[in-house]
């Protein structure tokens, strides 16, 4: 079975650009979480969605981040306009229903670099 | 201050030896408690997991939780090379913010041969 996907895997874009991240869950997963690691610190929560409708966006930095989960299936997080100190490692991690220990399976991550 | 303190290390040890990693934390509503372990351009993977307080044991490996002094740990017995990674501590408070982690900094351990 396959994991976690993530795409790209590293991104380099200059300050100013648009940023579109992308995320395919484990199969049958109905929650889909993104959390971001910035240099030197702990990964930080972002937001939650179970199947297609945000659960809890209570981690979300500021309106330049935009996710979205249509059909309940794949992400996107898209960071318009990027500045620098968006830079960092973003994860995407999937889990199953709730009322199974809330293992949540994570992804590789996508390394963006904001120049 | 950080919900979830961890000291970053690096903690370096003699294969065989015993390893203890701990992270206290502040919020009392943590219910849930995990150890995920990181390799280098890979993403965290679950080691073990706990609800409220006590002890559990999987193989090598023994987590605590001590929700009286707020405080978690990870021991690992007879630790090997392949253990060498970045260990993290993750906690969640359930209910309509069970999906929300709050991590721990990171411990990077390094277990030589």
């Known amino acids: 079975e396959a994991g976690v996907t993530q795409f790209p895997s590293h991104s380099v874009i200059e300050k100013g650009q648009t940023v579109t991240l992308r995320c395919d869950p484990i199969?049958?997963?109905?929650?889909l979480y993104w959390y971001r690691r910035v240099m030197g610190k702990e990964i930080k929560f972002l937001l939650h969605?179970?199947?297609?409708?945000?659960?809890?966006e209570s981690g979300m930095p500021n309106n330049r981040f935009l996710a979205e989960r249509t059909g309940g299936t794949y992400s996107t997080l898209k960071v318009q306009p990027a500045e620098l100190e968006d830079s960092g490692v973003y994860f995407c991690?999937?889990?199953?229903?709730?009322?199974?220990?809330?293992?949540?399976?994570f992804g590789p991550g996508t390394r963006l670099t904001v120049l | 201050q950080k919900e979830v303190e961890q000291d970053p290390g690096p903690l370096s040890v003699p294969e065989g030896a015993i390893v203890s990693l701990n992270c206290t934390y502040s919020?009392?509503?943590?219910?849930?408690f995990m150890w995920y372990r990181q390799y280098s351009r890979k993403g965290p993977e679950l080691l073990m997991y706990?609800?409220?307080?006590g002890n559990k044991e999987d193989g090598r490996f023994t987590a605590q939780v001590d929700k009286s002094s707020k405080y978690i740990s990870l021991f690992i017995r007879d630790s090997q090379p392949s253990d060498s990674a970045t260990y993290l501590c993750?906690?969640?408070?359930?209910?309509?913010?069970?999906?929300?982690?709050?991590f721990g900094q990171g411990t990077i351990l390094t277990v030589h041969p």
């Open positions: 969605f179970v199947k297609e409708s945000k659960q809890d």
């Open positions: 919020n009392s509503a943590f219910q849930y």
């Open positions: 993750a906690m969640s408070a359930g209910g309509t913010s069970y999906g929300k982690l709050t």
């Open positions: 991690a999937s889990s199953q229903d709730r009322l199974v220990h809330n293992e949540q399976f």
């Open positions: 199969s049958g997963h109905d929650n």
């Open positions: 706990t609800y409220s307080s």
